[in-house]
């Protein structure tokens, strides 16, 4: 701790014998980027800073809008690349499932990096011994211990068929914690005199960016599985909210929303809101018509693939529903014909105008911290892959809690393996205690007990 104060004092020397000017054009700068008040850049003198990334902005658009103002030529740029990646969205959602998961599992390695790459800028002075071999080591431990419960979850009669993977899945818990614990011992063993508190500061960093990146992304795939709809729409609506909010804000934003993004007003954020509420409605209506979208992920064990093909819940049906009395006056209509799932589409749209902006937030103000405009520079004009998905990974725990609450219910399909499992006593067990209750609610008759 002695020799952080000793580097802090050491910086504020350096900055105070620096010419005035250069001070200045340094602070404009820094506010302009992060719109950073005087005041809040002395208070985080003592953070270093993390170098600034080039401009990675595509020659050919440099010369394309080298006529515009810095403030369309940003707009013209992000729009563009908008669209080029929304096209690209949909090309792998129609490859299937299996390519989604892939990519789901490529961005959370991509904002690992990110964010492990702005610790290691901040602090590569010190020259802390293993601390990304052992941060890329814990990222490889606990994506083996979360994909190897979705396979265990959702490939059992597989896992069943083969031995190696039966033994595997048998002690999984056990291998990951062993893994785990080899790195922790690793950790411990890297320890270097006057560094222990530093190097305990960045092992709380890979373990907090463990929890927001590699668990959430888990919790996508898990969504995932419940039928694409349930990954779709909620991406969908975040990348609706973050479209309407920016062109709301960026034609009639006159009110600041929050400090922590000067460039949020409050016009966009309820521009945001109203348009991607009718947006989720929509898509939802269209999406719900298609099996392939509604129905779960599901391995069949005879072809040894992924299907998507079943008969759709009540969910996914066209009900009638009675108007309350203002939208019966407002439209004529005294009913309306609806998917059940565009009225869940409604709380989901909500979740992502109003609360998902606050990933975003917070990824504002962890930027701020550390004087950096965007966690990477991956997209031109949208920073790095962790800028675009800051408001999806709260997004995605929110779909999965909803769903575990109010929409799936005890699975058949997951009791029956779990009897598979057990031995054979145990299988005759639940079987007669089975007919015995079903036979007491007169479910079977009597007759076939005595049989």
Not at 285 to 313: G, K
Request: net charge neutral; with cysteine.
């Amino acid at each position: 701790m002695t020799e952080l104060r000793h580097r802090g004092k050491d910086a504020d020397l350096t900055s105070q014998q620096q010419p005035s000017e250069d001070k200045g054009s340094d602070g404009e700068l820094r506010g302009e980027k992060d719109g950073m008040s005087d005041t809040e850049s002395k208070v985080d003198s003592g953070v270093p800073e993390v170098p600034v990334p080039p401009d990675d902005t595509p020659e050919v658009l440099n010369k394309a809008l080298s006529g515009l103002s810095s403030r369309w030529k940003n707009w013209w740029v992000r729009g563009i690349l908008t669209l080029a990646m929304i096209f690209f969205f949909f090309f792998i959602v129609y490859l299937g499932p299996i390519v989604l998961m892939v990519i789901v599992l490529c961005v959370q390695i991509k904002c690992f990096q990110e964010i492990i790459t702005i610790g290691y800028s901040v602090y590569h002075s010190y020259d802390l011994p293993w601390f990304r071999t052992l941060s890329w080591y814990f990222l490889l431990c606990v994506n083996y211990f979360f994909y190897g419960e979705t396979v265990t979850d959702y490939f059992f009669t597989l896992v069943q068929r083969e031995e190696p993977l039966r033994i595997l899945s048998r002690y999984h818990r056990f291998i990951s914690f062993a893994l785990y614990v080899i790195g922790f011992c690793m950790f411990v063993l890297s320890l270097v005199k006057k560094h222990y508190r530093l190097q305990f500061y960045m092992f709380g960093w890979t373990h907090v960016t463990l929890l927001i990146v590699v668990t959430q992304s888990h919790l996508i795939i898990h969504n995932l599985f419940e039928g694409m709809i349930w990954f779709i729409v909620p991406i969908s609506c975040v990348i609706c909210n973050d479209i309407m909010a920016y062109m709301f804000g960026f034609f009639f934003g006159r009110t600041p929303l929050i400090k922590l993004s000067p460039k949020k007003t409050w016009e966009g954020f309820i521009g945001g809101f109203f348009s991607t509420i009718v947006f989720g409605i929509l898509l939802s209506y269209v999406m719900a018509s298609y099996r392939y979208f509604v129905c779960p992920v599901e391995f069949n064990n005879d072809s040894n693939s992924f299907q998507v093909d079943c008969e759709p819940s009540e969910l996914f049906q066209l009900q009638e529903y009675v108007l309350p009395s203002i939208l019966e006056s407002a439209t004529g209509w005294t009913t309306v014909r609806l998917y059940p799932f565009q009225i869940h589409s409604i709380a989901l749209s909500s979740f992502a105008s109003i609360v998902g902006p606050f990933g975003g937030f917070f990824a504002s103000g962890f930027k701020r911290a550390f004087k950096i405009k965007d966690f990477a520079n991956t997209i031109p004009g949208h920073g790095g892959i962790m800028d675009r998905f800051d408001c999806q990974y709260l997004m995605a725990t929110f779909v999965n809690v909803y769903i575990a609450s109010f929409i799936r219910g005890p699975n058949p399909t997951k009791v029956i393996q779990q009897l598979l499992a057990l031995r054979f006593d145990q299988q005759l067990h639940i079987f007669n205690s089975l007919k015995a209750h079903l036979t007491e609610k007169g479910l079977l008759p009597a007759a076939e007990v005595a049989a």
